[in-house]
């Protein structure tokens, strides 16, 4: 088999030339474990760069804390952490979100399927009600253009955009509009999720080393 390798232990096979041929790359056993490799309308978007631990990890971390506790006491839907494929044809885009939020309403409808793979579920196909992105120094262009536009053409009803980098730190909560995504104002740092019924507030502090720690509250 003829392969394009982008660097050491990246491999992508030449007969990758669509979207399905991708997806069944994404879904084999040869898929590589280290690194982000996703499908952006006919490209192959590869980052092998290291995840901070603080203005990254630890903030997706907080976000899947927060809304699976909530989920379990409100029993909307599911949320999916970071590790789980999205894919949607209908935007051309096969990625890995650091948050996924699929309703109960959008199963039953069929608009997000579960993919099967050799053990069990591996992969979501559809329009979920939800995805997050946490912006990283490798990931500016990725999250706040790219995805913007992909998430849209998907139908997804609300991009949540989170860059802790900068002072002041950015929370969007971005609603599926007309034309392209509608930034949700906030009030008093707090922003409402249609797709929760709930408003959510994101505070920084410092920990006991004096590193960066975020926290997510609800309402």
């Known amino acids: 088999m003829n392969t394009v390798i982008i660097e050491e232990n990246i491999k992508i096979p030449r007969w990758i030339v669509g979207l399905a041929s991708f997806r069944r790359w994404a879904r084999s056993e040869a898929f590589p474990e280290r690194g982000r490799i996703s499908y952006f309308k006919g490209e192959i978007w590869v980052d092998m760069s290291p995840e901070e631990l603080y203005t990254h990890n630890q903030v997706k971390g907080e976000f ?72 990283s120094r490798s990931s500016v262009r990725k999250d706040k253009i790219l995805l913007r536009e992909l998430y849209f053409r998907a139908g997804v009803t609300e991009y949540w955009l989170v860059d802790v980098r900068p002072t002041p730190f950015q929370f969007d909560i971005l609603r599926l509009g007309r034309f392209g ?39």
């Open 64 to 135: 899947s804390q927060v809304l699976g506790l909530l989920l379990k006491q409100v029993r909307l839907g599911k949320y999916f952490s970071d590790g789980v494929l999205l894919s949607n044809p209908t935007a051309n885009l096969s990625t890995v979100p650091d948050g996924i939020f699929v309703s109960w309403k959008s199963f039953r409808k069929k608009l997000v399927k579960r993919i099967r793979g050799t053990e069990g579920f591996v992969e979501l196909e559809g329009t979920p009600d939800m995805t997050l992105e946490v912006v």
């Open 181 to 219: 995504y509608v930034r949700t104002p906030t009030r008093s740092g707090w922003v409402k999720s249609s797709v929760f019924g709930k408003s959510f507030k994101l505070t920084r502090h410092l920990d006991e080393l004096g590193d960066p720690e975020f926290r997510l509250a609800s309402q």
